[in-house]
């Protein structure tokens, strides 16, 4: 019979030749690979409960995670995936297992929406289902066992940017949703994106005189809460400008936010960083989980204002 302590050791490095091979064919993102993906992450202790309806239509439904029963509940995250709002290829909540078990596994609730998307609205309607689905998290989540009184919004690219509207625009949550959103969390987000390149993007949030009200840079008060805005060197998808405008206006607003650099990963490389295979691969979760853990106490002040290379 092998000793726990080798157990544990191959697995690691099992880890870490599955961490290279997904860090490489990841960028494909292909149906398989995320099977892949999410298959490693059922094997952790959480608890699923899937497709609920926030509204009427077929996309108006979220999946909760819960963390283990032995673990403290700590916050919840509610979690919007990209896909260019719909105008690229869009995959649906069912495909981001693998980022509820990463944060499931250090307490955390997640809530994973699907929304609609272009080209059937526009984004009107798609940011009024991002709001609605936090609207929901407040008033209904308790009853599944996640804590509707402590929110993070968090996302990938045009998630991102949903998450970043809803945390700096307060006209698109009720007050008291809006007092319960604890921080925001951006991965490789579009915040300060004018003038806007692709048709796609001129359909979605057009006619051009309501481009500005789709940044959410032109929103910074710097009382807004807490923003982590994370982006990899190698991201071809979404200019470094945006993570440089949005960080440089809160601070110049006396707001709250940190960044985190990373060499050598790209745009979907980013967010892959937070599947099981990848986890220990770069900082990108602890780093996250560094930003929950100290803004889900209660009453803390705005970490000290830095700038982090990895």
């Not at 910074?220 to 440089?244: F, W």
């Not at 295979?277 to 803004?295: A, E, M, T, W």
């Amino acid at each position: 019979m092998s000793h726990p302590k080798t157990k544990s050791r191959i697995w690691r490095n099992t880890q870490r030749v599955l961490g290279l091979f997904y860090l490489f064919a990841l960028t494909a993102c292909t149906d398989a690979l995320l099977f892949a993906v999410n298959s490693l992450a059922r094997i952790d202790n959480f608890t699923a409960i899937e497709d609920i309806a926030y509204g009427e239509h077929r996309l108006n439904r979220l999946d909760i995670y819960l963390p283990d029963r032995n673990q403290a509940l700590r916050a919840t995250v509610v979690f919007f995936y990209g896909g260019c709002w719909g105008g690229c290829e869009t995959k649906g909540k069912e495909n981001y297992l693998f980022v509820a078990q990463a944060l499931t596994s250090h307490g955390y609730a997640v809530v994973i929406p699907d929304y609609r998307r272009y080209p059937e609205v526009r984004f009107d309607q798609i940011i009024d289902d991002a709001r609605r689905s936090v609207e929901w998290v407040k008033a209904h989540s308790a009853e599944y066992g996640a804590d509707p009184d402590n929110i993070f919004l968090m996302g990938h690219s045009a998630g991102a940017h949903l998450g970043a509207m809803l945390t700096l625009n307060e006209g698109y949550l009720r007050p008291e949703t809006y007092q319960r959103i604890k921080g925001f969390i951006g991965l490789a987000g579009p915040y300060d994106f004018l003038p806007l390149t692709e048709a796609y993007q001129k359909e979605i949030f057009g006619p051009e005189e309501k481009y500005p009200a789709s940044q959410p840079v032109n929103f910074v008060q710097g009382t807004e809460p807490p923003l982590l805005l994370l982006y990899g060197n190698n991201d071809e998808t979404v200019k470094p400008i945006n993570i440089k405008s949005l960080s440089y206006k809160v601070r110049d607003a006396a707001g709250c936010v940190e960044t985190r650099l990373y060499e050598d990963l790209d745009h979907v490389e980013l967010l892959a960083a937070l599947a099981l295979p990848l986890q220990d691969s770069k900082p990108v979760l602890p780093d996250i989980i560094g930003f929950l853990n100290y803004y889900a106490q209660p009453q803390v002040s705005c970490k000290a204002i830095i700038t982090k290379m990895h």
